[in-house]
């Protein structure tokens, strides 16, 4: 009896084993191809993507110059710029940054820099706007030579 019953074990562990073995040659997975859907889920450049516009010479910050005005949802009123790429950042009247601007080879991007703490942002046209990374989007105020708040004071 005791023959019998190893016999009968060790053919249900050889079946169980032939069991795994076809189960697993029969479920092959086979990696997908994902650079379809990926290419349909980027941006198309000439559709979506902003255009960043930089000037021939890309150390001549005189394009920039002038006043910008800054967008309703920031907490800043306008920014001057020189033709040396010197900015002074407003709240009314009061000057609440300072820095320049400075063209960065190694990333083909200008970046505006702080005077007082050293950091520095990106700083790019987009278009008719001007995008600062730190303090946001900025419109040029045309035929705006000098801009002064009357604050009450």
Not at 12 to 37: H, K, N, R, V, W
Request: glycine content about 8%; proline content about 3%; hydrophobic content about 35%.
């Amino acid at each position: 009896m005791y023959r019998k019953s190893l016999h009968l074990l060790a053919l249900l562990c050889l079946a169980l084993a032939f069991c795994t073995l076809f189960a697993a040659c029969g479920s092959t997975i086979e990696p997908t191809d994902t650079t379809e859907e990926t290419d349909d889920c980027l941006p198309d450049d000439t559709e979506e993507s902003v255009a960043v516009t930089l000037p021939d010479d890309p150390e001549d910050y005189s394009v920039y110059a002038g006043i910008w005005l800054c967008g309703a949802q920031y907490d800043y009123d306008y920014i001057k710029l020189d033709d040396a790429g010197n900015w002074e950042l407003y709240i009314g009247n009061s000057i609440v940054e300072t820095g320049h601007l400075k063209y960065e080879p190694e990333w083909a991007c200008v970046y505006a820099y702080s005077d007082k703490d050293g950091s520095g942002c990106q700083f790019r046209l987009e278009g008719d706007a001007l995008y600062i990374g730190a303090y946001g989007y900025f419109s040029y105020a045309d035929g705006m030579v000098d801009l002064h708040f009357d604050d009450g004071e």
